[in-house]
T-cell receptor, first 114, second 114 residues
């Protein structure tokens, strides 16, 4: 039972345009959602998070939107830059059921073309 | 050194070998994790250690044996692995539950079982 899903394995956008990465979840007990970015040969690095009591969190070029009724979140990157090309993982945590762990999606490979 | 350091970066081992993966964190965190990343799959949680005690074992085969001698070090001992165990093994740490702050990951060990 995969509780966090990223249905798009890859996304390609032009430099300067918006990148939108999507994530769906099934566990209504999740109360924090996070996005990680991973370059080849490196570990994932934390990008941005959002609490379930909010519907938007912004940090520079990165904005995460949460739609709790649809159990859906998205990461917007604008403007996209070639250096943003990486695999992006969505993750979630639920204090009650998982305590000290994150549940991850499969990842989406973003390619930003110059 | 800072952050989370994993050694070795790459490992090739035969199915009858015994080897160990090492993880060290210099962040003063009190929880450490082993994750497995296989191609096109979500990161799979293997083990969680909190305050040096194993608090979660996600039905991992006994050919994987973790050890946490102190809050800064985590090992994964490997023996009689199978080719399907070939993957990227990621170590992570956090201060308490990851919640909205997530983990800090190491760069991973790329394991190939031949």
């Amino acid at each position: 039972d995969q509780q966090v899903k990223q249905n798009s394995p890859s996304l390609s956008v032009q430099e300067g345009r918006i990148s939108i990465l999507n994530c769906d979840y099934t566990n209504s007990m999740f109360d924090y959602f996070l996005w990680y970015k991973k370059y080849p040969a490196e570990g994932p690095t934390f990008l941005i998070s959002i609490s379930s009591i909010k519907d938007k969190n912004e940090d520079g070029r990165f904005t995460v939107f949460l739609n709790k009724s649809a159990k859906h979140l998205s990461l917007h990157i604008v403007p996209s830059q070639p250096g943003d090309s990486a695999v992006y993982f969505c993750a979630a945590s639920a204090e009650e059921t998982s305590g000290s762990r994150l549940t991850f999606g499969e990842g989406t490979q973003l390619t930003v073309n110059p | 050194e800072t952050g989370v350091t994993q050694t070795p970066r790459h490992l090739v081992m035969g199915m009858t070998n015994k080897k160990s993966l090492k993880c060290e964190q210099h962040l003063g965190h009190n929880a450490m994790y082993w994750y497995k990343q296989s191609a096109k799959k979500p990161l799979e949680l293997m083990f969680v250690y909190s305050l040096e005690e194993r608090v979660e074992n996600n039905s991992v085969p006994s050919r994987f044996s973790p050890e946490c001698p102190n809050s800064s070090h985590l090992f994964l001992h490997l023996h009689t692995l199978q080719p399907e165990d070939s993957a990227l093994y990621l170590c992570a740490s956090s201060q308490g539950p990851p919640r909205g702050y997530g983990y800090t990951f190491g760069s991973g060990t790329r394991l190939t079982v031949v």
